[in-house]
Nanobody, 122 residues
Framework: QVQLVESGGGLVQAGGSLRLSCAAS????????MAWFRQAPGKERQFVAA????????FYGDSVKGRFIISKDNTKTMVYLQMNSLKPEDTAVYYC???????????????WGQGTQVTVSS
């Protein structure tokens, strides 16, 4: 089992920045893929970004390319999502997820955090 705990959400004005953190613990393997998803009210869970734990290769959803950056800290088993130039449409609950293989579909991920709310005001 892998446990994931997100933090760093909050309220920010449009154009501002936030950094989300995800702490991973448990039977966490170096070959895992770590990802961020988000879900707004009434909408499906959407892929935001992912990073491979061993090589650090990154992937981004089209709506956040050029604005968000995913990174990791191997020593602390932490994953971060730096969110810049935030827009009201970025408002959602953001979830950290982990799995042994990469992908942009939430059904591919076995382990999830509890989520953290991000609200962007206009």
């Amino acid at each position: 089992q892998v446990q994931l705990v997100e933090s760093g959400g909050g309220l920010v004005q449009a154009g501002g920045s936030l950094r989300l953190s995800c702490a991973a613990s448990g039977r966490f393997f170096g070959t895992y893929v770590m990802a961020w998803f988000r879900q707004a009210p009434g909408k499906e869970r959407q892929f935001v970004a992912a990073i491979t734990w061993d090589s650090g290769r990154t992937f981004y959803g089209d709506s956040v390319k050029g604005r968000f950056i995913i990174s990791k800290d191997n020593t602390k088993t932490m994953v971060y999502l730096q969110m810049n130039s935030l827009k009201p449409e970025d408002t959602a609950v953001y979830y950290c997820a982990a799995d042994r293989s990469s992908g942009s579909s939430p059904v591919q991920y076995d382990f999830w955090g509890q989520g953290t709310q991000v609200t962007v005001s206009s």
